[in-house]
Every structure is written in structure tokens, then in C-alpha cells.
T-cell receptor, first 114, second 114 residues
Framework: GESVGLHLPTLSVQEGDNSIINCAYSNSASDYFIWYKQESGKGPQFIIDIRSNMDKRQGQRVTVLLNKTVKHLSLQIAATQPGDSAVYFCAENGYSGGYQKVTFGTGTKLQVIP | EAQVTQNPRYLITVTGKKLTVTCSQNMNHEYMSWYRQDPGLGLRQIYYSMNVEVTDKGDVPEGYKVSRKEKRNFPLILESPSPNQTSLYFC?????????????FGQGTRLTVV
């Protein structure tokens, strides 16, 4: 399958454990953030989003935490399953030169060990 | 099923031979966009379209063209491909521009220019 995971940081997690994937963003004016999951051979898929007026949002088995003070975003996956193996990357909606702009992170590869 | 469809999935071509990668969405989305994905880099926007007959350059538009004659289709055209355009390409769509909402991505097109 198609992947751009050749030089990505990798997180290996035992099946059933919790996973935490981190993302540092650059623009303090960013006001909307998304986590995407990209499985091998597939396009990115939306997981969860959060707006800058929140610091935590929960979905099904996933939680996103936003720390605006240090410009840090994290994705927590509870009870990680083999199907969670993928590349995860964040996206930030910020402002550049007066225009809104979406910037994507490079990603973290999650490997789930059965 | 709601989806973004790209064709072809894989393409090998020679330098200078014009090619078109098609993208179609069935969700009646106004906003469509093309990205390229390279190892060690996040998704980079090539071109985007806010609506029919409205297109604009993204971050890396050189060597590419697009058109938006119909709402559902947004083809990417490489008039004279070069080896530095070897990459994984994704088309995406969203209801009103994904600065504040998730984007739906196609499966990707792996292009190799020799």
C-alpha cells in the first residue's frame, strides 16, 4: 500500500494499552485543530477536532487535549487495537499573511503489538 | 456511499508527457483541494477551489493546473511533468472549505515521473 511513513517517528504500543500521540503546532493564532488517521494505502481520515476555546474533547475511545500555552496538541487512544495501527497527524487552522491557512503535521506512526 | 474518488491510483510516466489525475466527489461539496504528500513533509496544498469556476493557488502550485467546470469534479493537470513531481497526491473536499470542518480525502494517486 501507499505510505509516507519512511521517516516518521514511531510509537509502539501493546494491544489494550492506551496510546498518546503528540503534536506541536507553530501558530499561536490557530483556532481549529483536527486529528487525521492514515492507514496504509488510504487517504487521511478524520478522527476528532477541537476549537481553541476548548482544552479537551472526547470521542469514541479518543480524546484530544489542547494546551495553548505551549502550543501542544495530543491524541489519546484508549484500549489500543490492531486496527488503530496507522499514521496519525494533526492539522491546524491558522492565519498567515492575513489569510486563513491549514497546516498539516508530518505525522507519527502507531504500531500496535498484538 | 459518500466518497472522493481519484483515478488512476498508480501512474508511471515520462518527463514532459502531459497527464491528468481526475477527482470526483458525490457529497455536493463546494470546496475541493489537491495535496501532495512527500516523506518527511506534511500534506502540502497545490490548488484549491471554493466553488465552480473559482480556483486559487496553494503552497506549491508550480507545474500544476486545475479546473472546476462542475461542482463534483476537480482534475489535476500536469502539462509537462518532471521527476520532482514524483509524489503521492490526494484530492479532498469539504462542505464549505475545511478551515473549520473536516475534509474528506480520496485514496491517493501514486505518481512516478521518470
Amino acid at each position: 500500500g501507499e505510505s509516507v511513513g519512511l521517516h516518521l517517528p514511531t510509537l509502539s504500543v501493546q494491544e489494550g494499552d492506551n496510546s498518546i500521540i503528540n503534536c506541536a503546532y507553530s501558530n499561536s493564532a490557530s483556532d481549529y485543530f483536527i486529528w487525521y488517521k492514515q492507514e496504509s494505502g488510504k487517504g487521511p481520515q478524520f478522527i476528532i477536532d477541537i476549537r481553541s476555546n476548548m482544552d479537551k474533547r472526547q470521542g469514541q475511545r479518543v480524546t484530544v487535549l489542547l494546551n495553548k500555552t505551549v502550543k501542544h496538541l495530543s491524541l489519546q487512544i484508549a484500549a489500543t487495537q490492531p486496527g488503530d495501527s496507522a499514521v496519525y497527524f494533526c492539522a491546524e487552522n491558522g492565519y498567515s499573511g492575513g489569510y486563513q491557512k491549514v497546516t498539516f503535521g508530518t505525522g507519527t506512526k502507531l504500531q500496535v503489538i498484538p | 456511499e459518500a466518497q472522493v474518488t481519484q483515478n488512476p491510483r498508480y501512474l508511471i510516466t515520462v518527463t514532459g508527457k502531459k497527464l491528468t489525475v481526475t477527482c470526483s466527489q458525490n457529497m455536493n461539496h463546494e470546496y475541493m483541494s489537491w495535496y501532495r504528500q512527500d516523506p518527511g513533509l506534511g500534506l502540502r496544498q497545490i490548488y484549491y477551489s471554493m466553488n465552480v469556476e473559482v480556483t486559487d493557488k496553494g503552497d506549491v502550485p508550480e507545474g500544476y493546473k486545475v479546473s472546476r467546470k462542475e461542482k463534483r469534479n476537480f482534475p489535476l493537470i500536469l502539462e509537462s511533468p518532471s521527476p520532482n513531481q514524483t509524489s503521492l497526491y490526494f484530492c479532498a473536499s469539504s462542505p464549505t472549505g475545511f478551515l473549520n470542518t473536516e475534509a474528506f480525502f480520496g485514496q491517493g494517486t501514486r505518481l512516478t515521473v521518470v
